[in-house]
């Protein structure tokens, strides 16, 4: 059965760092793209990062790109989301989420999601 | 980037009503757009992928169609297990979008 399980949220202080990962079973996950969405309380849906199954390709909202990198360990089939410079907008539940296959990127299992809360 | 525009944003519906959710894209995305379901405190789950391939395990109660920018998301008949929020998302560009979301209530 597919799987996909995140860890690493907690409480930061704006301008900090938190590293999520995402460990992955039940399917060969280096062939699949995968993404990181987040949802802030109460608020909708916001696409934050995608990488390409080698890892070799990654993608960024404008609003996280150059404070969150994400990567991936295809040998220990775990997906990362580095954040950076944390601000208060980043509070959210963190999905991670398998990319459907060649031509079908849409999000189709999801993790049950880690929670960011960034105050002082 | 390209903006989805969900309607309604709620909805309140009977037990065995015919539902319909509309999502407009602000460009061209051809068929690439997805719904999902959310459930309170549950991750989203995947209704329809390619606007009007039903995903896998998924009720033919729901269905999916578009005309141009313009894409519908249908329940034939709403079961009270149909409650919870439902999203748009396309994946013709980056960056991917949802729509707000709409939530749909059984009275």
């Known amino acids: 059965e597919l799987h996909l399980l995140e860890s690493g949220g907690g409480l930061v202080q704006p301008g900090g760092s938190l590293r999520l990962s995402c460990a992955a079973s039940g399917f060969t996950f280096s062939i699949y793209a995968m993404s990181w969405v987040r949802q802030a309380p109460g608020k909708g849906l916001e696409w934050v990062s995608a990488?390409?199954?080698?890892?070799?390709?990654?993608y960024y909202a404008d609003s996280v790109r150059g404070r969150f990198t994400i990567s991936r360990d295809n040998s220990n089939n775990t997906l990362y989301l580095q954040m950076d410079r944390l601000r208060g907008e980043d509070t959210a539940v963190y999905y991670c989420?398998?990319?459907?296959?060649?031509?079908?990127?849409?999000?189709?299992?999801w993790g049950q999601g880690t929670l960011l809360t960034v105050s002082s | 980037d390209t903006q989805m525009t969900q309607s309604p944003s709620t909805l309140s519906a009977s037990v065995g009503d015919r539902v319909t959710i509309t999502c407009r894209a602000s460009?061209?995305?051809?068929?690439?757009l997805a719904w999902y379901q959310q459930k309170a405190g549950k991750a989203p789950q995947p209704l329809m992928y390619?606007?009007?391939n039903l995903e896998s395990g998924v009720s033919s109660r729901f269905s999916g169609s578009r005309s141009g920018t313009e894409f519908t998301l249908t329940i034939s008949s709403l079961q009270p297990d149909d409650s919870g929020t439902y999203y748009c998302q396309q994946y013709n560009t980056y960056p991917w979008t949802f729509g707000q979301g709409t939530k749909v209530e059984i009275k």
């Open positions: 989420a398998k990319l459907g296959g060649t031509a079908q990127l849409y999000f189709d299992h």
């Open positions: 390619k606007a009007s």
């Open positions: 460009q061209s995305i051809n068929s690439w």
């Open positions: 990488i390409s199954g080698s890892g070799g390709s990654t």
